[in-house]
């Protein structure tokens, strides 16, 4: 009843910009957390970065400077602002959403989304 959407990825060369998008819809009352993950080919998925409703964020050590995220709560959306793209970047990215579907919910739910590529290469 609820979903998430990715948008944006692509193929970038290093040096290079990309912004990801991420909707939900569906059954919503409202959304706490919204924040991405990444997981490389081999590796643990991670966080890259996190933006809580009252807009406070946090960033993973490895993108801190570079990266940057966004929400609009009218549109249900988050957005990962990609600057300096560095090969190692390259990864699946996974947003998620922390939501209530209804008022009288006792807790939220997490939802993820199934994730879009970002290939940085020459």
């Known amino acids: 009843q609820v979903q998430l959407v990715e948008s944006g990825g692509g193929l970038v060369q290093p040096g290079g910009s990309l912004r990801l998008s991420c909707a939900a819809s569906g059954r919503i009352f409202v959304i706490y957390d919204m924040g991405w993950y990444r997981q490389a080919p081999g590796k643990q998925r991670e966080l890259v970065a996190v933006?809580?409703?009252?807009?406070?964020?946090n960033y993973a050590d490895s993108v801190k400077g570079r990266f940057t995220i966004s929400r609009d709560n009218a549109k249900n959306t988050v957005y990962l602002e990609m600057n300096s793209l560095k090969p190692e970047d390259t990864a699946v990215y996974y947003c998620n959403a922390a939501i209530k579907m209804t008022a009288w919910a006792s807790r939220s739910t997490t939802y993820w989304g199934k994730g879009t590529l970002v290939t940085v290469s020459s």
């Open positions: 933006i809580r409703s009252g807009g406070s964020t």
